[in-house]
């Protein structure tokens, strides 16, 4: 009975929230049933035959879920997630919410929730035994949240060693610290990861988080990598290295970008462990339209604006070579220290800003902290940028220096490009 009261007025306040134009209604609903009810999300589950889907990582995880939920979908299985990115537990709360009918039924074949970094040992709490977990890498990101990669690891580590064969793991083969989620675990464990050709650097990124053994904690050795500490690593020491058995390549990639690679190599396998063919699977990749911000193309007084979310030195260092590799002359940074943002900015020194210096034409920057990353940019040795607290003047500014045939890229923090999509579109997100 009092799930049924929740689901109901939970509805109701997404009803009220969409139609004020208030959002979307991702997170509100979830957070009162939430404190009205801590067990809502176990309750149900548990009240449905739902398969569950859970997608954790630093980087990917939306684009990954979507890019999950289109192949399923487009296969004939009926699917939801927790959409716009709230992916905390009053998110997928939320998204129970929303999908359930009134007496809390849930007509579907798969929920994918994709979940935050810290989150994760919380959910696996109520969803004891999901059917499949994706991990997908693990970078320094929101240190003031989460504190080093080695804090989350452990706390992955602790969270997924009570999973039984219930549940199949998806791992990145290429992140050392989640492969090594595979040696510890009960579960099944299946491997994704690159193939080096094409991909491979010689040397290690500046911005490398996790380069030391996770079983004996002695220096890596790489054979390749594809960015930052990912690649074919193993240890001299104690002979740990990457899992021989990984799916590394598919026929067809519906994003720019080494990382959406990643992105799709986990959902692809996740997919081929469900028995889909690969000709399936292709047809429904070519039918997808990436999420909000995630190399999402709007057209802004008739000119185009492409956003790439960027929140941390391995995605921002990403996002920058992939519009390179474009051409691209316009670029719009804007950087905020919310909490969705994470407070601590010290991050974008991390970032190899000093290989861009002469590549762009035109460089706006805006947001919170709009200075911060003016003088990074400035010790970088960039000389053609401008700054401009207000946003709406900053993306007018920079798309009026875009030409009718170029793009302005976006690269803002989370927060940030829930504003900047603000003022393209008009509507908020969440």
Partial sequence: MLNFFLI??????????????????????????LS?????????????????????????????????????????????????GANLLNGIASSLISNSDLS???????????????????????????????????????????????????????????????????????DPQVAFLGNILKAKVLYFGLNPTGNRNDKIQHASDSTYCPKCQTKLNYNSTYFSHLGDWNCAKCGYSHPKITFTSFSFYPLLGVYNRYNTNAAVLLAKDLRLNDEKISSALKNFKPAFGRQEILIFNSKQVQIFLSKNPTGLNESLKTIVNLK???????????????????????????????????????????????????????????????????????????????????????????????????????
Avoid: C
């Fill in 8 to 33: 109901n007025s939970g509805k109701f306040i997404s009803f009220v929230s969409r139609f004020l134009n208030l959002g979307s209604g991702s997170t509100w609903p979830g957070e009162i049933a």
């Fill in 328 to 430: 691209a002359e316009n670029l719009l940074l804007v950087l905020n220290d919310r909490i969705p943002d994470g407070r601590d900015v010290s991050w974008i020194w991390d970032v190899d800003f000093e290989n861009f210096a002469t590549v762009f034409k035109n460089i706006m920057i805006s947001g919170d902290r709009v200075f911060d990353m003016g003088l990074r940019l400035k010790y970088a040795g960039f000389k053609n940028f401008q700054t401009e607290e207000n946003l709406t003047k900053a993306v007018n500014v920079a798309l009026g220096k875009t030409a009718k045939d170029e793009v302005l890229y976006i690269f803002p923090t989370y927060s940030a490009m829930l504003e900047v999509r603000k003022i393209l579109t008009g509507k908020k997100i969440l």
């Fill in 104 to 174: 809390g039924k849930i007509n579907k074949d798969f929920a994918i929730f994709e979940i935050d970094e810290n989150t994760l040992p919380l959910i696996l709490k109520e969803i004891s035994n999901p059917n499949f977990i994706i991990i997908l890498n693990l970078f320094r990101d929101q240190l003031d949240r989460y504190g080093e990669v080695n804090t989350i690891a452990k706390k992955w580590k602790d969270a997924l060693k009570h999973l039984d064969e219930k549940t199949t793991l998806i791992l990145n083969a290429d």
């Fill in 36 to 84: 009205i009810n801590p067990n809502f999300i176990k309750k149900s589950i548990e009240k449905n035959n739902l398969k569950i889907i859970l997608i954790a990582g630093t980087n990917g995880k939306t684009t990954t879920a979507l890019l999950l939920q289109s192949i399923l979908s487009n296969n004939g299985y009926n699917v939801f997630q927790n959409t716009a």
